[in-house]
């Protein structure tokens, strides 16, 4: 299905990277019928809600309209599950393009898209064994049908047996035994697990058609510069590469009801001119990363309703394994004591009126059943105990400085220039390993070439340290999976990983009782952070500014937006 995957962003209202994402428990077979909890929590982060827009009845929304909104950047890659093309911001813009069987709803439970399927149940537990009849009047933009054959083709696409396919992550589709068609009925078919798997919803509808995923040329590099076939209630009318401006108009064979809008259009803006640019009336509404100065100066334009919700986005810093002084875990745990995690958050999210909360698991957000602040038990704050591992490591501490054959440990950081939050995180890191006696360089890159050049460059990652988010879903164990294992994974970034890693997230997976999956999380949270490959920092709220007119869009943790009732009040 198409739910937000784990995710990757330079800045938090800007460019974002997307993993798989999975999560939760399905009942007995028959049980779930149309709906179902695999739940991630239905708790928001930091006390607030799931959701916060204004909500309308579809058929009190205005029909008509222009919505505008804002992206960090165009795709590099419009197959957003492609390991190249995994940006968030893609997936944003595709999110009217495209639909699946399966909707998220505001606690984070599935349930069933009638406009793309007519029934998705469980009717096996072990293995576990998913039933999905297609609605038969959904159809590609072309006019293809949605069939069996589009999901069998998209599952070998992703599972990763043929290596020349690169998707940014295989979680659960590597756990799929089978995807076959029933009978001779092409919108009818049966998806068999390997064993029980807990986030199936995941990955039994096919997010892409076969012209995608019929080989690897076309699915690594086909789409480059074009959206693929979609299927939702939008299409792409135009693309304006050199002024950074997508169009989007309804899709005329759209089978369900009419969308609201008669147009959405999507503009590049930088993080630094966002708030400016919804002050001016240039956009409908944005996401302000929770930055204090992008709210502030939205807030100035008349009648802008801000909107507050728990969200599934936290900021990290990736440190990569492979590079110099780092490939040493001693220095990497180092970093880990030597950053003041709790002062980090009160200063990043100072003035957004909500609580600063730190983030302790790579697995669980605050909030999600299970949780459990695992980082701060294996790495509290402590300088000396920073000094200490870099005396195991070989250095020497002199006049507050890490020596080692007459040289400081220096490291650097990589930053997108034009992205405020990422520079601030970069000098807050930079100060407290300098206190633990590391110095620390910060080197801004063009933000249009941060990903693309620096950090998703395969083995020959082109930095030591990089602070970006990445934003999960209601489904979270799969959508970690790859960026810690394996080691050569498309969204593993640290460049290592290691076997019991790799067993506890099959075992997680596998695990259908919500207790037990929870004790296995705390055992993979502690492998992880064993290997000090990447510290946590905070949760980020969803802060979105809007146009009071606006409705059934806005501040969202998981849930699933419907296109075809976004629109403005009569």
Known sequence: MRVRRSA????????????????????????????????????????????????????????????????????????????????ADTQTLQGPLIGSGIKIAADGSWQLNPDYATSIKVTNDSPTTVDVQINPKAIWDDGKPITAADMISYWKAQNGTNKKFSPAGTACFEDIKDVKQVGSDTRHYTVTFDGAYAE???????????????????????????????DGPYVIDSV???????????????????????????????????????????????????????????????????????????????????SGPLTDLNVRKAIFYAINRQQFAAVTQKGLGVPAVTVGSSILLPGQAGYANTQDAMYPHDVAKAQAALKAAGYTITDGKAMKGGQQLTLSIVTPAETPTNNQRAQLVQNYLQQAGMKVTIKNVPSDKYFSDYVVTGPDKNFEMTSFSYVGSAFPIGGAKGIFTPADSGANFSGISSPQIGDLFKQAGSTVDPTQRYAVIKKLDNAIYSLAVMVTFTATPNIVVSDPNLVNYGAVQFETTDWTQVGFKS
């Open 200 to 230: 199936w919803p995941a990955c039994v509808w096919p997010d892409l058609p076969q012209e995608v995923t019929k080989s690897p040329e076309a699915y690594n590099t086909g789409f480059k510069s074009k959206q693929w076939t979609g």
């Open 240 to 322: 304006d590469q050199n002024g950074g401006v997508i169009t989007e108009v309804p899709n005329p064979k759209w089978w369900g009801r009419k969308p609201k809008l008669d147009k959405i259009i999507f503009r590049v803006i930088d993080q630094s001119g966002l708030g400016q640019s919804f002050a001016n009336n240039e956009v409908s509404s944005i996401n302000t990363g929770a930055q204090l100065d992008v709210l502030k100066q939205a807030e100035a334009r008349s009648g802008a309703v801000v909107q507050r919700s728990g969200g599934t986005t936290y900021t990290q810093l990736t440190l990569n394994a492979e």
């Open 8 to 87: 990757l962003v330079a800045a938090v209202a800007a460019m974002t990277l997307t993993a798989a994402a999975c999560g939760g428990g399905g009942s007995g077979p028959g049980d779930q019928g149309q709906t179902g909890q695999p739940k991630a929590g239905s708790t928001a982060s930091a006390g607030l809600p799931t959701t916060d827009y204004t909500k309308l009845a579809y058929g009190q929304v205005k029909q008509g309209g222009t919505l505008t909104l804002a992206i960090g950047q165009l795709p590099t890659n419009w197959n957003n599950n492609a390991a190249d093309g995994n940006l």
